[in-house]
């Protein structure tokens, strides 16, 4: 009997010595997810959801991010933004591909946003879901994510902080963010992430509201309502800062608005990315 394949892997390229852990679905113009920091994510948790429908009309590149998932750690287990931007680049670079759709989840959000910044001619699009970027009073709920240690009711809790809807936090995810949690060389590589103080480095992962409002691409804004990770008022303070942007807000939803949404949320996605075709 053979044993079943870990959805969480994918493929695999070298992004300057980092073995690099992907997934590419569909055809077509080429959308990039981002996940978010939460112990044990992997682009495939992140977005096993949406990628199949996202993936129908248009190419869908999901990467496990430096020092996450099943991509390389590297071996001084330092990071930082400008890091993580260098190997986003270093990736989309391998990928041969000119310009992205770029789609942050959280702290995904915050290095799709600064990604953004940096290189504008390489992204066509922005949609920034939950997203950190803009600075923020720490919540409660992101220093017990960021400060998480590992057991099964660790996660259990945390898991309860992400959605609004309870029913969606199912035992099956619970042990699937906790076992990758505790693979070998993870917690050590999350906690060297975002020790204490932590409030540092949601600063860290904030770009400027100059830069921010000097943003020329067409942004979509979405969030829940009832987030606990990330205040609300971020995603109104982003729709504020950038000159094209499109709010919209989900109510009886919390961190996770694609889990939590996931029909509605690639409707959205879907509506916006086609509006480009003729750009």
Same mark, same amino acid.
């Given at each position: 009997?053979?044993?079943?394949?870990?959805?969480?892997?994918g493929e695999?390229i070298?992004?300057?010595g980092?073995?690099?852990?992907?997934?590419?679905?569909?055809?077509g113009?080429?959308?990039m997810?981002?996940?978010?920091?939460?112990?044990?994510?992997?682009?495939?948790?992140?977005w096993?959801?949406?990628?199949a429908?996202?993936?129908?009309r248009?190419?869908?590149?999901?990467?496990d991010?430096?020092?996450?998932?099943?991509?390389?750690?590297?071996?001084?287990n330092?990071y930082?933004?400008?890091?993580?931007l260098?190997?986003?680049?270093g990736?989309?670079?391998?990928?041969?591909?000119?310009?992205?759709?770029?789609?942050?989840?959280s702290?995904?959000g915050?290095?799709?946003?600064?990604?953004?910044?940096?290189?504008?001619q390489?992204?066509?699009?922005l949609?920034?879901?939950?997203?950190a970027?803009?600075?923020?009073?720490?919540?409660?709920?992101?220093?017990?994510?960021?400060?998480?240690?590992?057991s099964?009711?660790a996660?259990?809790?945390?898991?309860?902080?992400?959605?609004?809807?309870?029913?969606?936090?199912t035992d099956?995810l619970?042990?699937?963010?906790?076992?990758a949690?505790?693979r070998?060389g993870f917690?050590?590589?999350f906690a060297?992430m975002?020790?204490?103080?932590?409030?540092?480095w #949601?600063?860290?992962?904030? /770009? +400027?509201?100059?830069?921010?409002?000097a943003l020329k691409l067409?942004a *979509?804004?979405?969030? @829940? =309502?009832?987030?606990? #990770?990330?205040?609300l008022q /971020? +995603?109104?303070t982003?729709?504020?800062w950038?000159?094209?942007?499109? *709010?919209?807000v989900? @109510? =009886?939803?919390?961190?996770?608005?694609?889990?939590?949404?996931?029909?509605?949320?690639c409707?959205?996605v879907?509506n916006f990315?086609?509006?480009?075709?003729?750009d």
């Amino acid at each position: 009997m053979h044993e079943a394949k870990n959805p969480e892997i994918g493929e695999t390229i070298s992004i300057k010595g980092i073995a690099t852990n992907y997934h590419d679905q569909g055809r077509g113009d080429p959308v990039m997810l981002i996940h978010g920091s939460g112990p044990g994510v992997t682009a495939w948790a992140n977005w096993r959801t949406v990628l199949a429908s996202l993936s129908e009309r248009r190419r869908v590149i999901a990467p496990d991010m430096l020092g996450f998932g099943y991509t390389q750690r590297p071996a001084d287990n330092v990071y930082s933004l400008e890091r993580w931007l260098d190997h986003l680049l270093g990736f989309i670079d391998a990928l041969e591909l000119e310009r992205v759709d770029l789609v942050g989840n959280s702290f995904g959000g915050g290095l799709a946003l600064a990604f953004a910044i940096k290189y504008p001619q390489r992204v066509r699009r922005l949609v920034l879901m939950g997203a950190a970027g803009v600075s923020f009073p720490l919540t409660a709920g992101l220093d017990r994510v960021w400060g998480y240690t590992p057991s099964l009711e660790a996660m259990r809790e945390l898991i309860d902080l992400f959605a609004y809807d309870r029913s969606l936090v199912t035992d099956e995810l619970a042990e699937l963010r906790f076992q990758a949690s505790i693979r070998p060389g993870f917690q050590a590589s999350f906690a060297a992430m975002f020790p204490a103080p932590r409030q540092r480095w #949601i600063e860290a992962l904030s /770009s +400027s509201e100059a830069h921010i409002r000097a943003l020329k691409l067409p942004a *979509l804004v979405i969030h @829940g =309502r009832e987030d606990q #990770i990330i205040p609300l008022q /971020s +995603s109104l303070t982003l729709a504020d800062w950038i000159d094209d942007a499109q *709010l919209h807000v989900f @109510g =009886r939803c919390g961190h996770w608005t694609q889990i939590e949404q996931a029909g509605r949320f690639c409707q959205l996605v879907e509506n916006f990315l086609a509006e480009a075709a003729t750009d």
